[in-house]
Every structure is written in C-alpha cells, then in structure tokens.
C-alpha cells in the first residue's frame, strides 16, 4: 500500500455540485471543498473544514466554459497569487495534458496521464481504470497524483517528492483540479 502526503476524497451522489474532502497523511481532515453545479465559470474554495467558516485556498477560471482553461491558484488568507493551472484541451482528448504555470504565465512543469495505451484504453473501453497522472520537469518527477480503483468512490492520492520545492497549496489545487475536472469523466 502507498502511503500520500493528501488524499482527495470526492462525496458520493451530489447531484448539486462536488464535494471534496481532502486528507493528510495521517487521515486528518485537512480542507473541505465544495463545487457548485451549473457553473459557467469555475471559482473552487477550499476551506479548513466542512462549516467553511476558514477560506484559505481559491481556484478560478480565467475564462467562461474554455477548452483550455487555465485557473489561478490564490492564497485567500494574504490574496497572493500562487501561479495557475492550464490543462492542454486537445491534447487532453487522447491523453490527459495539464501544465502548471508561475505567476507570468511561464511554464514550470507538466502532468501528464501515466501512458498513452492506458488512456486510449479509458476512453475506449472502460473508465474503471485507475489514472495516474506525473507533475515532472525534464529531470525528475515531482508528485503523482494516483486514482485508486473504486467504481463508487472518487479518491486521489497525492505523493510529493521529497525533492519536489512547489508550494504545497500549489500543488493540492492540482490535485483537486485533477479531481474536479478530470474525474468527471469516472
């Protein structure tokens, strides 16, 4: 069994939205994150529990319903902006594409699904088959964002590399991007 620094958990049957509950690794509740339905615009909040009474991470959209969306990743407590998110959307048809980004746009590393045959498989065949995507540079990975199989229950873990020196709250949105938006295909 392996063991994560996260794991996102997504609630079963919400037929109004998403809600995300995402663990430490000693199965703490570490944040709470619910996801409006219907939304033209994502705008993704988390927050230290489920009374969402502490906001300390936002996840926006730039854009209105975009094929290839980039969201921003604020700090709520300070309003900094961490850097974003920009998911590859035609790439993203065969094999899941997502690049993270710093504050100027500029590119500091790329996830990727775990392998083409794998992905052409879910999208063909059978969507029971556990994702795996690699947040890396051209030297080293540096987190894997793991689906584990269960055909009720959405849960993702997230391993960070020891060498990995993102911020964490980067790194999270991330993982509930991966959640959110590509575990809508589950």
């Not at 969201?71 to 590859?88: C, I, M, N, P, Q």
């Not at 996830?111 to 969507?127: F, T």
Request: net charge positive; hydrophobic share 40%.
């Amino acid at each position: 069994m392996k063991t994560y620094n996260y794991l996102i958990r997504r609630k079963f049957l919400n037929f109004l939205g998403q809600k995300f509950y995402i663990y430490d690794a000693n199965g703490q509740l570490l944040a709470f994150c619910k996801q409006k339905a219907f939304k033209l615009k994502e705008d993704i909040r988390l927050y230290s529990d489920e009374s969402m009474s502490m906001e300390f991470l936002t996840i926006k959209a730039r854009n209105i319903i975009d094929f290839s969306a980039c969201y921003d990743v604020y700090d709520s407590t300070t309003g900094e902006h961490l850097g974003a998110w920009r998911r590859k959307g035609f790439t993203s048809i065969i094999r899941d594409k997502w690049q993270l980004i710093d504050c100027n746009d500029n590119l500091i590393a790329e996830v990727n699904e775990d392998n083409m045959g794998l992905a052409l498989l879910r999208r063909l065949v059978c969507n029971l088959i556990p994702q795996e995507f690699v947040l890396g540079t051209e030297f080293a990975p540096l987190v894997r964002y793991s689906q584990f199989f269960n055909p009720f229950i959405f849960k993702l873990g997230v391993n960070i590399s020891p060498q990995c020196d993102l911020h964490p709250s980067l790194l999270l949105a991330g993982g509930i991007l991966l959640a959110a938006i590509e575990g809508r295909q589950q």
